[in-house]
């Protein structure tokens, strides 16, 4: 039996929670995370949740929140999830294998785990050492000195992309065709399925000119690829959706923490490009990246934040103005193939999904 060491990286998994049937596990990153693998013994259970309830108040969900692991579906039936506070349903013991808390022949190996904002081992103990376990959780540092030190999100940010006409013309197109509620990929039933969502209230306008198209492409070829190249050593031969998103303070806009490659849909994409159209005309709304503290990005008009879609990113309420941006991801032919391949689990493969080569070349739809 193996456990996790300082540093390693958590499994991500999907299991059932008290309240929700598919819980993604990477969704947490941005606060300390602590885990309670429990045992089938009763008696020692018992002690662990004892424990824990003496020092409800860490678990704030902000700072840190607890995950309990059960093995046995009586216990996650008797369960409420709470702030800060919720049980996994591992029935058949993937997750506690994965994590080392329990052997392939089914030795159990009962511990608290605690993961960093990151998803990154900082301890195990065993079950029974709860009071040591929950000392050193009463002493973490705030999520954004995790690390002892200050964190930057590994972001490029790219000035001078589109100039102010441009900017100015991908406005005008918003206002003149009106953006549509967007909502988010998420996969049901096997299916990937776009969906309206709490977690974001944006509008988004498509452009479908083959012209416009042509001539955002052609900008984004010359100005934007090379510095990806440079700072990524990743060649991006396609472009997928043209979009201008409109976060309004008026509505709230705002899209909470996630990320942007994790149905089958949408493995292809590789990096997200954010260029901000009217940085001067709004309040709020800036990017953070949770997983590496609660800095903000803003690039300036015309200007590009770019970043990996593994990244779980949010943008933060707009607060006065509109946010216009325009939104492309990016990738490559070894995810078009991927595309291709999964084009059959998108349940309505639409406008937003056509694909083309920046270089200017014929457009792939999608």
Known sequence: ???LTLGEPAPWFVAATAAIPRFHFSSVAGRFVLLGFLPNDRQVRLDALSALAGHRDLFDDAKLCCFLVTREAEAISKAVDELGMRWF?????????????????????????????????????????????????????????????????????????????????????????????????????????????????????????????????????????????????????????YIVACYDAGEGGFFRPHRDN????????????????NAEGFEGGDLCFPEFGGRTYRPPTGGAVVFSCSLMHEARPVTRGRRYAFLPFLYDEAGEALRTENLHLLQQPSAANVAEAPAGSQADAG
């Open 1 to 3: 039996m193996t456990h």
């Open 89 to 241: 349903l591992d029935a058949d013991g993937a997750i506690s294998r994965a994590y080392g808390a329990l052997s392939a022949e089914g030795g159990e190996a009962p511990m608290w785990m605690l993961l960093d904002p990151a998803l990154r081992v900082c301890f195990h103990l065993p079950i029974d050492q709860a009071a040591l376990a929950l000392s050193r959780c009463a002493g973490l540092p705030a999520v954004d000195r995790h690390a002892g030190v200050q964190l930057n999100a590994p972001v490029l940010i790219v000035p001078r992309v589109f100039e102010a006409a441009m900017c100015q013309r991908l406005i005008d197109h918003y206002e003149g065709v009106g953006g549509q509620e967007s909502g988010v990929m998420r996969e049901v039933g096997g299916k990937t399925v776009g969906l309206l969502s709490d977690n974001k209230r944006r509008r988004d306008a498509d452009i479908a000119d083959p012209d416009f198209r042509q001539a955002l492409r052609a900008r984004v070829n010359r100005r934007l690829l090379p510095e990806i190249q440079k700072a990524f050593q990743f060649t991006a031969t396609r472009i997928e959706r």
């Open 262 to 277: 994790t149905t089958a849909g949408t493995a292809h994409r590789k990096f997200a490009v954010s260029i901000n159209l």
